[in-house]
């Protein structure tokens, strides 16, 4: 997008270009929140793995139950350690969200929703015919897209058919 006098002569479009550069603020700090919260959940991860690999260190439930009976691990353990003894690693890859998982998700939603209104409020900037030349170019990109999609799925069944 050009920036020219012209477009800040317009109150409304100065309006547009303030309202996007706040949202591209938000964002900024928002991909910094993302990526923390990415970090905790590899370390929550992590911590699930470890905790996996030390009930798998056991034999049998016999096993658990004895360190538990000496007091090698807590009650809390005992039960966690027996349920990932039994379920094995369907356990690890089917487990319920943690808070993390659903912050980065809930977080996740309202970054979409303010980049959608970034780009809309950037957009209503432009000049009527800027904005008819932006739609032209976005419906060519779809249309490319679209044939490159087909062209991907002809190769394909060619590929099929030659087998």
């Given at each position: 997008m050009?920036?020219?006098a012209q477009q800040y002569l317009n109150?409304?479009?100065?309006?547009?270009?303030m309202e996007s550069k706040a949202c591209k603020l938000?964002?900024?700090?928002f991909e910094r929140i993302r990526a923390k919260l990415r970090?905790?959940?590899?370390?929550?991860?992590?911590e699930r793995e470890a905790e996996f690999e030390a009930a798998v260190q056991y034999c049998s439930e016999a096993d658990i139950?004895?360190?538990?009976?000496?007091?090698?691990?807590?009650?809390?353990?005992?039960?966690?350690?027996l349920e990932l003894f039994r379920q094995g690693r369907k356990a690890l890859d089917e487990h319920s969200p943690t808070v993390t998982e659903l912050a980065l998700s809930i977080l996740?939603?309202?970054?979409?929703?303010?980049?959608?209104?970034?780009?809309?409020?950037a957009f209503e900037a432009l000049s009527p015919e800027e904005?008819?030349?932006?739609?032209k170019r976005a419906e060519e990109s779809q249309e490319a897209w679209k044939q490159y999609i087909a062209d991907l799925k002809e190769k394909m069944r060619s590929a099929a058919e030659a087998e």
């Open positions: 050009k920036k020219t109150s409304e479009a100065h309006g547009y270009l938000l964002l900024k700090d970090r905790h959940i590899e370390k929550e991860a992590a139950q004895e360190a538990y009976g000496w007091e090698f691990i807590t009650e809390q353990q005992y039960e966690h350690y996740n939603r309202i970054f979409q929703d303010i980049d959608r209104d970034c780009r809309q409020y904005q008819l030349a932006q739609r």
